[in-house]
């Protein structure tokens, strides 16, 4: 949430914290800001709206084109409504330090409250003004502004990432981060700081992740990391991104998720790299570290949720190990964990790793003793670095807000756990894990060929549909985790409102919606056991006039207002065909509704506050 960058260098700064904007964007994007000192005088530039509403600002401003050093960001509004005088960065009553800063400072009322008595005015609702005024205040007790920094800090409860500029030596940027990410981009002669690597690719790829209670001292041929605690020195990897900027660019498609949709088979395709040993085997040696679970506890939020809910249904079925997969808003602060060090796993999912509530998790299940993974897209990000051992999904960068590819990555690293663990555990018939083994190897072209017939239905069904107020989403079995996917990416991207369910709970409730305005889409593919039961279900809808989409197989005899039919895969691994036809529902559905599908309304694609 919100997005921070701050570069000190030999370019013009302004420009260069534009475009690493224009990249952090997927953060926030309810108003943005810069900030520089032109004319020894701290110049602030902020706008409510889009990024394209600053940049003009920007322009019409013509003072910036000078200066080296400047800091930037862009919003995702926790305190104070997204209006320009709430916008970042802040600045401090004196006129001498600008702060971004992404997270939530806990006290800051309380904090507020003294500084208001000592005499400090606030002109925005933000706990980033109180925190740049508290770091102003510490200066006069205080031999410098690294010192006050750290004290002000200190005094601070909560997330932050952070990056401070001061008038008075506009040749230094000073950063530091608590809870929420915060990466040292190292340049030749010019630094970086940034929330996320694509801000500064274009210019360099060794970076430093910086850790929880660190401050960043940087200038443009030097930079020093120090302790919060102590400001003693720290010596840091630095490490070299692989990846390149085309990953995270459009590449002719209209938008970003639909791209990333589109990329689902090449993530098949990377993701199984390595992976199949031999024909029956799943090589995993991140895994061999660690007990084999007796119960498995499957933590994330979101999407990933929704993935973790389907994994479940493999981890039981094929390795027979006890899975429950909780909410991580939920699991963090539950009385007891009840979880045996012996005994119990858990596995934390997250794409972007940073989320605050699956972080927190994980830290909790880290202080009950028992061993963690992270399954975690983004390298180096704070889950897969605190997990006792990570397993990358390797979807490369997801700009989409509306996860589609990460959720991919991520059931298909689940269906490689289960696999390994089935073998290790020899719970499931080598015949089985075979002919399992088997489709996943040609699970990447077969979807790939898929792809554009299912654009082409989806597109239709959108036209159709789009007009709905409501829509359910009803599965069963591995479907069931499906439908709850289906129904966010709807409500996410259209803003009409959908529930996914169970589709046997639907008599115990949810059915006295139906009426000839409220479509249901059924996930009813032809094999399953449950394929008599979702077509009972199916049926009582359609008793109250409820109009139905059936996705399901070809000889199905479902008599749906709209058949979807796509082709058969047997068991589970139908998902991987299942989920790319939601998305490009919802994405269609969204698109010709025009909303703004890659960043809809009131969403952030990394959420580090709780
Ligand atoms: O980065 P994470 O996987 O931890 O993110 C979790 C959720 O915030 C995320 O999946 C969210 O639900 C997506 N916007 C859904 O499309």
């Known amino acids: 949430m919100c997005g921070i960058i701050g570069y000190i260098g030999h370019r013009p700064a302004v420009p260069i914290v534009l475009e690493g904007l224009e990249h952090l964007e997927y953060r926030g994007y309810d108003s943005a800001g810069l900030g520089y000192v032109f004319n020894q005088d701290l110049k602030i530039i902020r706008s409510s709206g889009k990024l394209n509403n600053l940049k003009e600002k920007v322009i019409n401003e013509g ?135 694509p801000a500064f690719l274009n210019y360099t790829r060794d970076v430093v992740f910086l850790e929880d209670g660190q401050i960043l001292v940087a200038q443009s041929g030097d930079h020093k990391i120090l302790r919060l605690n102590d400001l003693q020195s720290v010596s840091c990897e630095t490490q070299r991104i692989q990846w390149s900027m085309q990953a995270a660019q459009k590449g002719g498609y209209r938008h970003f998720m639909l791209k990333e949709i589109f990329e689902q088979p090449n993530v098949i395709t990377d993701g199984l790299t390595g992976r199949l040993e031999n024909n029956d085997q799943i090589n995993l040696p991140e895994l061999e570290r660690i007990l084999i679970p007796k119960r498995l506890h499957i933590v994330a939020c979101g ?179 499906l439908a709850l996917e289906g129904a966010l990416k709807l409500k996410e991207l259209s803003y009409i409102h959908a529930e996914g369910y169970a589709a046997g709970e639907m008599k115990h409730g949810p059915i006295a919606l139906i009426d000839p305005t409220f479509p249901t889409f059924v996930l009813a593919p032809a094999e399953s056991e449950m394929y008599a039961k979702i077509k009972s279900n199916m049926v009582e809808i359609q008793a109250r006039q409820g109009q139905v989409i059936a996705l399901t197989n070809p000889g199905t005899d479902l008599a749906a207002d709209d058949r979807w039919e796509i082709p058969f895969l047997p068991g589970p691994l139908m998902a991987f065909l299942i989920l790319p036809c939601l998305q490009l529902f919802s994405y269609e559905v969204s698109d010709y509704l025009g909303k703004d599908v890659d960043q809809p309304r009131n969403l952030a694609k990394s959420v580090t506050v709780e």
């Open 63 to 197: 003072s910036s084109l000078t200066v080296m050093t400047a800091i930037g960001h862009t919003r995702w509004a926790t305190h104070g409504a997204p209006e320009e005088r709430n916008a970042h960065p802040h600045m401090s009553n004196d006129k001498r330090l600008a702060l971004v800063h992404n997270g939530i400072i806990e006290n800051y009322l309380e904090l507020k409250k003294d500084l208001l008595s000592l005499g400090y005015s606030f002109k925005s609702d933000t706990d980033t003004e109180v925190l740049v005024n508290l770091i102003s205040e510490c200066c006069h007790s205080e031999p410098d502004l690294l010192h006050a920094l750290a004290k002000a800090l200190r005094m601070a409860k909560g997330a932050f990432a952070i990056c401070l500029m001061d008038r008075e030596a506009p040749n230094v940027l000073y950063a530091a981060r608590n809870q929420a990410p915060l990466i040292f981009g190292q340049g030749v002669g010019e630094n970086f700081i940034a929330s996320d690597v």
């Open 303 to 481: 999407t990933s949720y929704h993935a973790g809910l389907w994994g479940e249904h493999l981890l039981e079925h094929w390795a027979h190990i006890p899975v429950q997969t909780e909410i991580a808003s939920e699991f963090r602060y539950k009385e007891e964990l009840l979880l045996d060090p012996n005994e119990d796993v858990v596995l934390v999912i997250s794409q972007s790793g940073e989320t605050a509530d699956t972080l927190a998790a994980l830290r909790r299940a880290k202080e009950a003793k028992v061993k963690t993974i992270g399954l975690c897209n983004v390298v180096g990000s704070s889950i897969a670095r605190e997990a006792d051992c990570v397993l990358y999904t390797q979807a490369g960068p997801e700009i989409s807000v509306a996860s589609t590819k990460a959720m991919t990555s991520q059931m298909l690293m689940l269906t490689c756990m289960a696999l390994y663990y089935a073998r290790r555990n020899k719970s499931m018939s080598l015949g089985l894990r075979q002919s399992t083994l088997g489709q996943l190897r040609s699970l990447a072209q077969f979807l790939s060929q898929e792809l554009p017939q299912m654009h082409t239905m989806a597109k239709a069904l959108s036209r159709k549909y789009a007009q709905a107020k409501s829509f359910f989403y009803l599965g069963r079995g591995y479907c069931f985790p």
